[in-house]
């Protein structure tokens, strides 16, 4: 059983529900919540019955960024010594390693963002592959108003905005609305509140789970080993052999229902009232990985 101080983790139906939670912080990123999520990446990696995970911040709030007093400690700790490598580089390239594992992961990403995504924050939602917010949800790097730079997450900021908008963003500290995040095209959907956002999570994941798993992870793991410099014929031929593996294994079951007019085995529903409980709680059951 693995328990976790900063995060709440529950899974339901094969769905790990990810809940920060450092209300004191407004869910900042320190060190120790990266932990956690690097923990939470390297479980849900090895677990192949995993269907999706749900990014969420408790008490209404999604993520404030990076934890600005962990900042000081580690500039602090710099000044008073001089060691072979740099203590401030090497922390800020922890939350890199955090996000290459978060991002290569085969399992479908839905974040779910209310109150305010700032900084790592909004990186973090930049990871997922659909993003539901509130519409008084907002947006904004806003390091370089610390005298900082968004580092780690540039990457992935510029994977889903493009590199113009994502300079923008950057270069001016721009906070956006929820409204603006969608003609960005960082928000996928937007809600008018919390209780919406629950209803909407439930279908989003319903229609899911009419989606074979091993299917789903089959294409996420394509499109996460696509490289535009790639040979296109080298890239067919691992679809192709990708496509061979499906048919093998949930292919006769998926055409099966399909013929026969019947949901396939996997289907699975859910409704608010699960969402809730699932992220809610502060009894929350601690997840651990199929074997």
Request: with cysteine; proline share 6%.
């Amino acid at each position: 059983m693995n328990h976790y101080n900063h995060l709440r983790v529950n899974r339901v139906q094969d769905v790990l529900f990810v809940t920060l939670h450092c209300p004191e912080t407004r869910n900042a990123l320190s060190p120790e919540v990266t932990a956690e999520l690097y923990q939470v990446s390297t479980l849900a990696q090895a677990d192949a019955a995993l269907r999706a995970i749900v990014l969420r911040g408790s008490q209404g709030f999604f993520c404030a960024g990076g934890n600005i007093g962990s900042f000081q400690s580690r500039l602090d700790a710099h000044q008073q010594t001089e060691p072979a490598q740099d203590p401030i580089a090497a922390r800020n390239r922890e939350f890199g390693k955090f996000l290459e594992l978060w991002s290569a992961l085969p399992i479908p990403i839905i974040a779910a963002v209310e109150g305010a995504a700032m900084g790592g924050g909004m990186g973090l939602a930049c990871t997922a592959d659909i993003v539901l917010a509130t519409e008084d949800a907002r947006f904004a790097l806003t390091e370089t108003a610390l005298g900082i730079i968004p580092a780690q997450i540039a990457p992935f900021v510029e994977a889903r905005l493009g590199r113009r908008n994502a300079l923008r963003l950057g270069l001016f500290g721009e906070r956006v609305s929820g409204k603006q995040a969608v003609a960005l095209g960082l928000v996928d959907e937007l809600v008018p509140d919390s209780d919406a956002l629950d209803e909407h999570l439930a279908l989003w994941l319903s229609r899911m789970c009419r989606c074979a798993p091993g299917a789903n992870q089959a294409l996420k793991r394509l499109f996460v080993r696509s490289d535009p410099v790639q040979p296109l014929p080298q890239m067919l031929d691992v679809a192709a052999e990708s496509f061979s593996a499906c048919m093998r294994n949930e292919g006769p079951e998926g055409i099966a229902a399909f013929k026969e007019k019947r949901p396939a085995r996997w289907h699975a529903s859910f409704n608010a009232e699960q969402i809730r409980q699932a992220q809610g709680s502060d009894q929350a059951t601690p997840a651990t990985p199929n074997t």
